[in-house]
């Protein structure tokens, strides 16, 4: 793993530079995580691609320091901290991999910077978690008014909770101890700012505008993001390829990587022999 030299944003966001080969594919990590969570992603991609991991504020080994509750209150915070690194690596034609709210941060960041990213490849995308009129995402408003109080009020309990049942596997439950620790280790007040922006977002007319080609990649039993979520991504993003996963769970990086890496390298061998 090698770092750019001499600069804050190396520091700020624990910027790692793998791989051998011109196109980068910048790997973004879902709510809880930090780069580690790619660990057996990314490896598959390293002869043929510039692979970029970094952590967002206050998650892994990010600054923390640099983390500002009032700045990070809206997704478009983290978007724009992703172009910033891509723009400070003098990256183009990005493919962005983006796992569970970081589907989301993606597109907020391609619609913003349209010519950075020529691809997006979503894991378990949301635009918005809580049901609406004629829109199913998977949760009643007082279910998540209920998860927030939660979590403000007995953070650690939550998470030793809540893990094992968004990881899902029951049969495998050092998986969930994993994602148990991971959220541990993430400090309470940014990880509770966080699923309030999360949790409350709604960015379905975002996805509208989107106009990077996109792959959704779908778990069969994801409790965080349904099947009609997915499926309702992919029929209003205008170019999108879905693909429903045998994978169960909301971490496919993590349980199921060898079907993940088979589902992107299909998509972009598919993509680029277009």
């Not at 690194?85 to 983006?98: M, N, P, R, S, T």
């Not at 993606?106 to 619609?111: D, F, I, P, R």
């Not at 809540?162 to 049969?171: E, F, H, R, S, Y």
């Not at 959704?216 to 170019?239: M, R």
Request: hydrophobic share 35%.
């Amino acid at each position: 793993m090698s770092k750019p030299q001499n600069s804050d944003i190396i520091h700020k966001f624990n910027i790692n530079i793998l791989g051998s080969g011109f196109q980068p594919m910048v790997f973004a990590h879902g709510y809880g995580c930090d780069q580690n969570m790619w660990r057996f992603v990314y490896p598959h991609f390293e002869d043929d691609y510039k692979i970029v991991l970094f952590d967002y504020i206050g998650a892994g080994k990010s600054d923390i320091k640099s983390y500002s509750a009032q700045k990070y209150s809206t997704l478009q915070a983290y978007a724009d901290d992703v172009i910033s690194i891509c723009e400070f690596l003098k990256l183009e034609d990005v493919i962005f991999i983006g796992h569970s709210v970081s589907a989301m941060i993606g597109v907020l960041a391609a619609n913003t910077a349209p010519t950075l990213f020529s691809k997006l490849i979503m894991l378990g995308p949301s635009p918005r978690y809580i049901n609406d009129t004629e829109y199913v995402g998977g949760f009643e408003k007082e279910a998540i008014e209920d998860l927030m109080e939660a979590l403000d009020s007995n953070y650690l309990g939550w998470s030793a909770s809540m893990a094992p049942v968004i990881m899902g596997n029951p049969d495998r439950p050092e998986l969930g101890i994993e994602l148990k620790n991971s959220f541990c280790q993430t400090d309470p007040e940014v990880s509770k700012n966080f699923a309030r922006v999360t949790f409350l977002s709604d960015n379905r007319s975002d996805i509208k505008k989107l106009q990077t080609p996109s792959l959704i990649l779908q778990c069969s039993q994801d409790v965080i993001a349904p099947t009609t979520v997915g499926e309702y991504v992919a029929e209003t993003i205008k170019n999108s390829t879905y693909k429903l996963l045998n994978a169960t769970g909301h971490c496919p990086n993590l349980s199921a990587p060898e079907e993940t890496v088979k589902a992107i390298k299909e998509y972009l061998q598919q993509k680029t022999g277009e």
